[in-house]
C-alpha cells in the first residue's frame, strides 16, 4: 500500500515557475514508477510525465517537454515536478500517482493516487 500527499500548487502568472511535490509513505516507495497526472474542468484526466523506479528513465507528454522536469529523491520518498514558463493552458488539478511496471502513461495503469494539487497560471 502507498499513500500519496501533494503540495506545492498554486497561482501563478503566465512564463512563471512551480515546483509540485508528492510524498509517499510505505517502504517500498523506490520499487515503484511515478506519474505526474492533470485534469482540467471538464476534460478527463492526462498524462504529463513519469519516471522508472530507478530513476534511468522519464518520459513527458508533448505539450510539457522542456517546460517541465519530473525527478525523484528515493531517500525522502518523494516525487517532484518542477515546471516551468507556466502557460493558462497548464492549469488544472495535477495528481500524482504510482505503479509497479514500467513507464506507463494511461491513468487506468496506475495503483495508487493523491488527492491532487490546484495549479492556476494567469494570462
Known amino acids: 500500500q502507498v499513500q500519496l500527499v501533494e503540495s506545492g500548487g498554486g497561482l501563478v502568472q503566465a512564463g512563471g515557475s512551480l515546483r509540485l511535490s508528492c510524498a509517499a509513505s510505505?517502504?517500498?516507495?523506490?520499487?515503484?514508477?511515478m506519474g505526474w497526472f492533470r485534469q482540467a474542468p471538464g476534460k478527463e484526466r492526462e498524462f504529463v510525465a513519469a519516471?522508472?523506479?530507478?530513476?534511468?528513465?522519464?518520459y513527458y507528454t508533448d505539450s510539457v517537454k522542456g517546460r517541465f522536469t519530473i525527478s525523484r529523491d528515493n531517500a525522502k520518498n518523494t516525487v517532484y515536478l518542477q515546471m516551468n514558463s507556466l502557460k493558462p493552458e497548464d492549469t488544472a488539478v495535477y495528481y500524482c500517482?504510482?505503479?509497479?511496471?514500467?513507464?506507463?502513461?494511461?491513468?487506468?495503469?496506475?495503483?495508487?493516487w493523491g488527492q491532487g494539487t490546484q495549479v492556476t497560471v494567469s494570462s
Open positions: 500517482a504510482a505503479q509497479k511496471n514500467l513507464l506507463r502513461t494511461g491513468p487506468s495503469e496506475y495503483d495508487y
Open positions: 519516471i522508472s523506479w530507478k530513476v534511468t528513465a522519464t
Open positions: 510505505g517502504r517500498t516507495f523506490s520499487s515503484y514508477t
